[in-house]
């Protein structure tokens, strides 16, 4: 999506959005194309998928507990 049609979806000033495009492009979330005036932002959906993985591990989600490992076992 190009940055205007992101904005559209935000009651955000367009200085605020533009601070954070500035944070997700040096998180390298995002990858940005420029062609004339117009920037089309790109998720990258490998650093996205290694943050909420990271998050995940951090909060111990997915991991089975013990008890729940005995309760399927066929």
């Given at each position: 999506?190009?940055?205007g049609e992101i904005a559209a979806h935000f009651e955000l000033?367009?200085?605020t959005l533009s601070g954070h495009f500035a944070v997700l492009r040096e998180?390298?979330?995002v990858?940005?194309?420029k062609v004339g005036?117009?920037?089309t932002y790109r998720l990258n959906l490998s650093v996205l998928e290694e943050a909420l993985l990271a998050l995940m591990q951090g909060f111990r989600l997915?991991?089975?507990r013990p008890d729940e490992a005995k309760e399927n076992k066929p």
């Open positions: 999506m190009t940055a000033a367009k200085p998180a390298k979330l990858a940005p194309e005036t117009t920037i997915g991991e089975r």
